[in-house]
T-cell receptor, first 111, second 116 residues
């Protein structure tokens, strides 16, 4: 399988649940990203990992916890989310510089 | 404070005509610009990019123009096709930052509809 994959594609969770989003890239890139896309808003960068080290955390609440066990995998652990966290969560990867390649996203609904 | 803005939420064009999508930025440190296209239920896909040392980059039906003095870039699609109907995002980065990754700042997107 090639490109950037994300699972699950859709997720409905209650505010007290714990769930994880998974991203996998098969492009040999060394940087991976989590974005949030809410309705009618620009993509918001959440986290950046470069060479498995977190290098950016854009004031994201602690109920979102990223994990990058290796250069091909990226997780976003979710805990006690709020309804306003409902959004499309996109993972991307890139070489050191240049364009980012996106996964299809996970549509998250918090009830 | 939105550093990259796409002021037209939507654009409707007839098939075969030119589509022009616009993007403005405020941060003069941006030196690399990209356009992405997004279909429903898919992630954004890279279309075309331009470095600040150029003012034009062309790839088939897609041309990106950069006007640094006006802090403005545009994407021209000619001729437009119904399959081009999608959301188009412009993005900007500061590649000269010397980091080992590229941080992109996105606009809010423009919905392009190409009518047959």
């Amino acid at each position: 399988e090639t490109g950037v994959t994300q699972t699950p594609r859709h997720l409905v969770m209650g505010m007290t649940n714990k769930k994880s989003l998974k991203c996998e890239q098969h492009l040999g890139h060394n940087a991976m990203y989590w974005y949030k896309q809410s309705a009618k808003k620009p993509l918001e960068l959440m986290f950046v990992y470069s060479l498995e080290e977190r290098v950016e955390n854009n004031s994201v609440p602690s109920r979102f916890s990223p994990e990058c066990p290796n250069s091909s995998h990226l997780f976003l652990h979710l805990h006690t989310l709020q309804p306003e966290d409902s959004a499309l969560y996109l993972c991307a990867s890139s070489p050191a510089q240049g364009e980012q390649y996106f996964g299809p996203g996970t549509r998250l609904t918090v009830t | 404070d939105q550093q990259v803005k796409q002021n037209s939420p939507s654009l409707s064009v007839q098939e075969g005509r030119i589509s022009i999508l616009n993007c403005d930025y405020t941060n003069s440190m941006f030196d690399y610009f990209l356009w992405y296209k997004k279909y429903p239920a898919e992630g954004p896909t890279f279309l075309i990019s331009i470095s600040s040392i150029k003012d034009k980059n062309e790839d088939g039906r897609f041309t990106v123009f950069l006007n640094k003095s006006a802090k403005h870039l545009s994407l021209h699609i000619v001729p437009s096709q119904p399959g081009d109907s999608a959301v188009y995002f412009c993005a900007a980065s500061m590649n000269a930052g010397g980091t080992s990754y590229g941080k992109l700042t996105f606009g809010q997107g423009t919905i392009l509809t190409v009518h047959p």
